[in-house]
């Protein structure tokens, strides 16, 4: 009788447990359906980062990302990843939690933290394979030239600062496209090197068209790298890719 009584009981928790997780998920699927996510996948010649090459030898890249607001106050979570064509030990998947906000009529505001991850290194450690980084950033979306300002600061791993001073443009064209010109130049203050400096200057194009729910985006990219320790190898990158965007 005792055995029966276990089995009973045993029956009964992965009912329960079968139970709460169907719960479980519908709930998730109701508020998805409150709170869509916005869906993205770009396909880049090769991953730039603030001047840094971070997929050696000029590997294209896979970079998948959804993000997902968390009600109407402006919070939203991101996962965002990169994921080599070539190299697997080199992909990363990355985490931002943020909070955006207008300041009158003039200033959008964002806040925010990173959790940046290498979770497909082979000798992975959460010490030296992860690293947090906090964010504000400052742009005048109604200007002519769009000014922002962001301001980053790592606090484990790339212990140090990075600001970014940008400028952007964007007119619209026939048949639902758009043209955006770009320009952005970065300070680095020992952020991943051991020197500071201005550490790159940024160009851009791109050319987004919308088709119902669908944006598909060619880009290209001019970084011009002002510091050696950010990119031994070259001064100049050009890299470009297509992002294709969807949200419900």
């Known amino acids: 009788m005792a055995g029966h009584g276990e089995v009973m009981m045993g029956s009964r928790w992965r ?21 869509p996510p916005q869906w993205e996948l770009s396909l880049v010649s090769r991953y730039i980062w603030r001047g840094f090459d971070l997929n050696p030898e000029n590997r294209p890249a896979l970079q998948p990302s959804v993000t997902v607001p968390l009600g109407g106050g402006g919070l939203s979570l991101n996962l965002w990843g990169s994921f080599s064509l070539v190299d697997r030990d080199l992909d990363e998947i990355d985490l931002t939690l943020a909070w955006d906000f207008s300041l009158g009529n003039r200033f959008d505001v964002s806040l925010g933290v990173v959790q940046y991850g290498w979770y497909f290194s082979r000798s992975f450690s959460w010490r030296e394979h992860t690293s947090r980084e906090f964010f504000v950033s400052l742009e005048m979306p109604r200007a002519a030239l769009r000014p922002s300002f962001s301001f980053y600061w790592d606090v484990a791993n790339g212990s140090g600062l990075y600001a970014l001073l940008g400028i952007a443009y964007r007119d619209e064209l026939c048949c639902g496209r758009e043209l955006e010109l770009s320009a952005s130049l970065g300070y680095n203050h020992r952020q991943w090197v051991a020197q500071s400096g201005f550490s790159d200057l940024n160009f851009a194009i791109s050319m987004p068209q919308r088709v119902c729910r669908v944006t598909v985006t060619p880009f290209a990219h001019l970084t011009v790298v002002l510091m050696d320790a950010v990119n031994p190898d070259t001064n100049v990158e050009i890299w470009g890719g297509v992002s294709i965007t969807w949200d419900q």
């Open 15 to 35: 009912r329960a447990f079968v139970s709460g997780l169907l719960a479980g998920l519908l709930l998730l699927f109701s508020w998805l359906e409150a709170n």
